[in-house]
């Protein structure tokens, strides 16, 4: 077995042999395992365990022999206890999911404070099996059929080649100690229960499961990675990012059969995972919505929208904009007095008659039954008639600010003056107002 992870590291992983590491030993079988072999390839380790304090005294039991099994072999340990069940109140999750974000938080601040390169845990081949039977069990994407990937960012799981069979015989064979949690019997927990009840199933029926069952693993791998990179591609055919928001071309997107695989396979980093409502909204109104938690996708006429909620969160405080001044908040525009009756034409400056306004100037979103006299033209127009008119989307509408003298609009910024202070041929003095990206 010290063979076979040797071999494996030198060709997978071979950045581990120079790196500093961190072990995730809880005292079970598989992470004492994992240490043993690790401390005799005498690599670069310390140890960290997590006492999620669930099994009264048998948690403070399991870190005291980490402890001591470190302090004999002369290994770095780091050892913390989390409160579980009252993060787990606190944020209204289960215990697992709270102890995995605990667990992984901790790991990522120790290596940051320890200078660590990478953390190591002992996921082995019946744990990725077990992943993926609950993961199709739920209806997942490819992503999750894969199961436990072999590396994520610093986290790598060198364990995945050997299965728990192995494993154990290893320990038996050395006559090795570890610590077991009896949680590991209960039928409760699905994991469990897949392990116990379902995997012994396919095991009987096939004696050469496993090793299917990573050869599998090994083409589903690749199918991803084929995925990823006809993704990329169509990607950049179908997809203009302009700062957080991405609009994706309907007519582009269509091009392909098979295409709301591809949206899907776009969206899903974003949480979204209604796929029959996003498969409507392609041929749906314009002005449709659908969330996930962090973010919006809205169709636009000839285009879905993708971006972060807070573009459709209405911002009701008012800014103020005093006469010769510069504001940064909430975006940047400055005023300032023309000498010159030279006037440029850009979107971005406007310039008007000075002596009709009266400061300070506010700034604000729009609201429902505002109207203006646009440049150019004699009568009032409401704002929500000039932004279906410009084409403006919900969130194009969100992200508008209003310039006003008092409660008479002066420029819908970035876009349209307002008539009633243009620049005349009796104005004495002339202002320049710029807005600065």
């Not at 590291?9 to 079970?28: D, T």
């Not at 379902?198 to 029926?205: A, L, Y």
């Not at 203006?372 to 509408?397: C, H, N, T, V, W």
Request: charged share 25%; proline share 3%; glycine share 4%.
């Amino acid at each position: 077995m010290l063979a076979k992870l040797k071999t494996h590291i030198q060709n997978r992983f071979p950045e581990l042999q120079q790196a500093k590491l961190l072990l995730a030993v809880s005292g079970g079988i598989d992470s004492i395992v994992m240490l043993h072999l690790f401390a005799e390839l005498k690599l670069n380790i310390s140890v960290a365990h997590c006492n999620f304090q669930l099994r009264q005294s048998e948690s403070d039991k399991d870190m005291e022999f980490v402890k001591s099994l470190c302090l004999r072999l002369g290994i770095p340990f780091f050892g913390i206890r989390f409160d579980t069940e009252q993060y787990s109140r606190e944020k209204g999750q289960s215990i697992q999911i709270s102890a995995r974000i605990l667990r992984y938080e901790w790991f990522d601040k120790l290596l940051d404070e320890n200078k660590l390169d990478y953390v190591l845990t002992a996921h082995h081949l019946d744990d990725a099996v077990e992943t993926f039977l609950i993961n199709f069990s739920r209806g997942t994407g490819l992503e999750g059929l894969i199961g436990i990937p072999e590396q994520n960012q610093r986290i790598i799981r060198p364990m995945l080649i050997f299965s728990r069979d192995e494993i154990n015989a290893q320990a038996q064979a050395m006559e090795w100690s570890w610590r077991e949690d009896r949680t590991n019997a209960e039928t409760k927990y699905l994991r469990n229960k897949i392990r116990k009840e379902v995997v012994p199933i396919f095991k009987k029926s096939n004696p050469g499961f496993l090793n299917s069952f990573a050869n599998s693993l090994v083409y589903l791998n690749e199918a991803n990675s084929m995925l990823k990179d006809a993704s990329k591609q169509y990607y950049q055919e179908v997809v203009k990012e302009l700062g957080e928001k991405h609009f994706i071309s309907i007519i582009a997107l269509k091009r392909r059969n098979n295409y709301l695989a591809y949206l899907h396979y776009w969206l899903q980093p974003y949480g979204f995972k209604a796929w029959s409502d996003i498969d409507t909204l392609v041929e749906g109104a314009t002005g449709k919505l659908i969330y996930s938690d962090s973010h919006v996708l809205l169709k636009n006429r000839a285009e879905l929208i993708l971006a972060p909620k807070s573009a459709l969160e209405t911002d009701n405080e008012v800014y103020y904009l005093q006469e010769n001044e510069t504001i940064k908040q909430p975006i940047t525009i400055k005023n300032e007095q023309q000498n010159e009756r030279t006037i440029l034409i850009d979107k971005k400056i406007i310039y008007v008659d000075k002596d009709q306004l009266k400061f300070p100037l506010s700034l604000r979103r729009w609201r429902e039954g505002d109207c203006f006299y646009p440049l150019g033209m004699r009568g009032a127009k409401k704002l929500s008639k000039f932004f279906k008119d410009e084409k403006y989307s919900q969130i194009d509408k969100g992200e508008t600010w209003i310039l006003c003298s008092e409660n008479q609009i002066v420029w819908i910024v970035g876009n349209r003056m307002d008539d009633r202070f243009k620049v005349k041929s009796t104005t004495k003095n002339i202002l320049k107002i710029q807005l600065i990206p």
